[in-house]
């Protein structure tokens, strides 16, 4: 077989950007199905479940689609393939052996994929992603060992443990990926406008970042000094503050697309600093936690996901409307689920509430993906 008549590699996230739109629609909804009905369905989603799916199975997709870039079909339908399986084997059955096999199976399969692409950087810094996404996709080990197969007497973190340093890498990650983004897109449209902007990566801020967020990482995998890791996210949430007011964001309004990625990066800052009032005062962390999750990581995967679909189909940005109305209804996601606290079941009105924000905004990012996939567009050119 010649060269040319090599099939041409696709672009991953024609595949995973409508899966983890669609998983991220059935997942919440269902995930309350369960308790809020007295019924034990669906049980791949309840408790400490539905975090290890909106992590290792929504937040992990996002990933895949963002960074594996266009890869051979034969690698594609293999990852399509275990995430698809390890997904519908969590849901329906996840104390099996497969089900707690499957989900570990596919981070290391994107890790295997995705870390070398980081490797090529001088600047350790640059560098950074690939340590950061291997971590979390070994994190699913982790969970798998604590869940089904940790000794009685067993020192290391539990479930939940493991949940909220999961949540604190992906605060690492998107700080870290978020300003990656913003930073030079920014510039480039005030560039354009006869504005410049000297204040790009700020590369002591993100230095520091990455530090403090990486030591309230480790903190919180091993639940010790939580007056140290909640000084350090507090430091965390101030430093996301300043590096986002540093890029002057409010001079792009004819931009939606990047003021929401700037909005996700906001709510990393009140993620941030809430969860380190709550390990401060020695509160319950969960709805702190879900700043994170809905807010900062609903809103950045939904920008980076319209954004990368709609350039990629029709080198424009998103429209307006879909991304005003998407940032207004993640948002009110995430303040519903705040104001449930930490017994969020007493208050079943507030949670239908932010589950149906999340899923309708998520519907409509899948309809949007799933409509701009034509042929001509899958493959790179």
Same mark, same amino acid.
């Given at each position: 077989m010649t060269g040319s008549s090599? *099939?041409? *590699? /696709?672009?991953?996230f024609w595949f995973f950007f409508p899966a983890a739109a669609t998983w991220a629609t059935l997942a919440v909804p269902l995930s309350l199905l369960g308790p809020l009905s007295g019924q034990g369905?669906? *049980?791949?989603?309840?408790?400490?479940?539905?975090?290890?799916?909106?992590i290792f199975g929504f937040a992990l997709a996002v990933i895949a689609g963002y960074t594996l870039g266009p890869q051979p079909v034969s690698v594609l339908l293999l990852l399509a393939g275990v995430w698809l399986l390890a997904r519908s084997?969590?849901? /329906?059955?996840?104390?099996?052996t497969i089900a707690q096999t499957l989900s570990p199976a596919f981070a290391l399969l994107l890790a295997r994929y995705t870390v070398p692409r980081f490797s090529a950087a001088k600047k350790w810094r640059n560098r950074i992603a690939g340590p950061l996404i291997l971590l979390l996709c070994l994190l699913p080990i982790g969970f798998w060992f604590t869940d089904t197969n940790a000794p009685a007497n067993y020192p290391g973190p539990d479930t939940h443990q493991l949940m909220q340093a999961?949540?604190?890498?992906? $605060?690492?990650?998107?700080t870290f990926m978020g300003g990656r983004i913003l930073a030079p897109a920014v510039a480039g449209t005030l560039e354009k406008k006869g504005i410049p902007l000297t204040a790009r990566v700020q590369p002591r801020i993100e230095g520091a970042l990455l530090v403090l967020l990486s030591a309230a990482f480790l903190l919180s995998l091993g639940a010790v000094l939580p007056e140290l890791a909640a000084t350090c996210l507090m430091a965390s949430a101030a430093l996301?503050? /300043?590096?986002?007011?540093?890029?002057? $964001?409010?001079?792009c309004p004819e931009r939606p697309d990047l003021l929401m990625l700037g909005l996700g990066y906001g709510w990393l800052a009140v993620g941030s600093g809430c969860l380190g009032v709550a390990l401060a005062m020695g509160e319950a962390s969960v709805p702190a936690l879900h700043l994170i999750t809905i807010g900062g990581l609903g809103t950045l995967s939904?920008?980076?996901? $319209?954004?990368?679909?709609?350039?990629?189909?029709?080198r424009t940005p998103p429209p307006h409307w879909q991304v005003l109305g998407l940032a207004g209804l993640i948002g009110g996601a995430a303040v519903c689920r705040f104001l449930a606290g930490s017994h969020p079941f007493n208050a079943p009105s507030l949670l239908w509430a932010s589950a149906t924000l999340w899923s309708i905004a998520f519907t409509g990012v899948a309809v949007q993906t799933i409509r701009l996939i034509q042929p001509a567009h899958l493959r790179r050119k």
């Open positions: 090599r *099939p041409r *590699p /696709i672009f991953a369905w669906v *049980p791949g989603l309840i408790g400490t479940s539905h975090g290890h799916e909106m084997a969590w849901l /329906i059955a996840p104390e099996t999961g949540v604190v890498g992906l $605060l690492l990650l998107m996301i503050i /300043i590096r986002l007011g540093r890029w002057r $964001l409010w001079r939904t920008g980076v996901m $319209l954004r990368l679909t709609w350039q990629r189909a029709h």
